[in-house]
């Protein structure tokens, strides 16, 4: 993938996972951690660090019961996949697995949810 693609693909995550916290925030969960790494680091390398670490906020969505809208869903998103190296995907696998999470059930979801989007 070209530099330029690359660029509108990050511009494209930073723009969704921005969104996916407004609706969060009107579920009552603020997630300041993720904004703040948002501004410092910027969406991708956020996004990486967050899945690599370990995650209060991902236990919070999972009370929420709003795991499809962790940052760990979204770096498995396949339209976002030239974003992560497989080493933050399968990470983030793990973790959601562990949360009993069935993930390309999940993954299928939110891809069919986007095609009717579109």
């Given at each position: 993938?070209?530099?330029?693609?690359?660029?509108?693909?990050?511009?494209?995550?930073?723009?969704?996972?921005?969104?996916?916290?407004?609706?969060?925030?009107?579920l009552?969960?603020?997630?300041?951690?993720?904004?703040?790494?948002?501004?410092?680091?910027?969406?991708?390398?956020?996004?990486r660090?967050?899945?690599?670490?370990?995650?209060?906020?991902?236990?919070?969505?999972?009370?929420?019961?709003?795991?499809?809208?962790?940052?760990?869903?979204?770096?498995?998103?396949?339209?976002?996949?030239?974003?992560?190296?497989?080493?933050?995907?399968?990470?983030?696998?793990?973790?959601?697995?562990?949360?009993?999470?069935?993930?390309?059930?999940?993954?299928?979801?939110?891809?069919?949810?986007?095609?009717?989007?579109?």
């Amino acid at each position: 993938m070209q530099s330029d693609d690359l660029m509108t693909l990050t511009k494209s995550f930073g723009a969704d996972v921005r969104r996916g916290l407004a609706e969060l925030s009107g579920l009552g969960y603020d997630a300041t951690f993720l904004r703040r790494m948002l501004d410092n680091h910027g969406p991708v390398d956020a996004a990486r660090r967050l899945v690599m670490a370990p995650s209060d906020g991902l236990m919070r969505l999972k009370a929420l019961e709003r795991l499809d809208m962790s940052v760990e869903m979204w770096v498995l998103l396949p339209w976002y996949e030239p974003l992560f190296s497989k080493e933050v995907r399968d990470k983030a696998t793990r973790k959601l697995r562990q949360l009993g999470v069935d993930v390309p059930a999940e993954i299928a979801q939110l891809v069919a949810e986007r095609e009717q989007e579109h």
